[in-house]
């Protein structure tokens, strides 16, 4: 059974190095969306923190000896489902970002940690507390 | 340009009516997940907060008039990419569910709001601050 995704556009961004982690990453960069996409961006807006899932299109193929890993600054093997490698079962990325401004279909950001080119999914609102939620009764 | 992902896994819940969020969900179930990944579960340990990323593997196709939709309980339409709403481009969804125990390759968690029989694409750590990351240098 395979699941299958098109992107809804693409990351710009002129860093030429792949900052490591968008926990420390101050790079900023572009959300090019698709032009067909950009009435849904209606409600995003400068300040916000945004969830961008994404694909790890320059990861190489999962073999069983990624299951854990050891990340970058720790001294022991971790789960792969407990870390947020680039090499994992399916090369799904997941960034908080945030909004600078948005022109059109195009979102300026900060906190990038992807590559220029990668493939963006879909974009969702960071919920850290079940009040934030948009569709929460007490909003 | 498709982008292909296998489940890694399955949701199994009793619960016969969909809970409409996680974050309004006290629903119980389980992640059952492959066992070639049980590995990758190591670092997983009950009353962690995980992040689930599956596949909306009942939502209809996307049509360009679900770019706006107005959720639950609100009186206004907002953008896809700023609600949680299971019909969006690429049916993905992310939620926020609780460990309550791991039995070898079964998370049973807390806070489900899925289908029994969702495809389950990934599991990530939940992160809220950016000294959470397992890989920041302050761990």
Not at 64 to 76: A, E, S
């Amino acid at each position: 059974m395979k699941i299958s995704f098109e992107p809804i556009g693409y990351v710009r961004t002129d860093a030429e190095t792949v900052p490591r982690h968008w926990t420390v990453s101050d790079v900023k960069g572009f959300l090019d969306i698709k032009q067909e996409f950009t009435p849904g961006l209606k409600d995003i807006k400068t300040g916000d923190q945004i969830v961008v899932l994404f694909h790890f299109h320059k990861s190489p193929p999962f073999t069983p000896d990624m299951l854990t890993q050891i990340p970058p600054h720790r001294d022991r093997e971790f789960g792969v489902f407990s870390i947020c490698s680039p090499r994992r079962p399916n090369a799904l990325g997941l960034s908080v970002v945030r909004v600078d401004a948005v022109h059109n279909n195009m979102i300026e950001v900060t906190g990038v940690d992807m590559l220029d080119g990668t493939p963006i999914i879909d974009i969702k609102p960071h919920i850290l507390f079940r009040e934030e939620c948009p569709s929460h009764p007490k909003r």
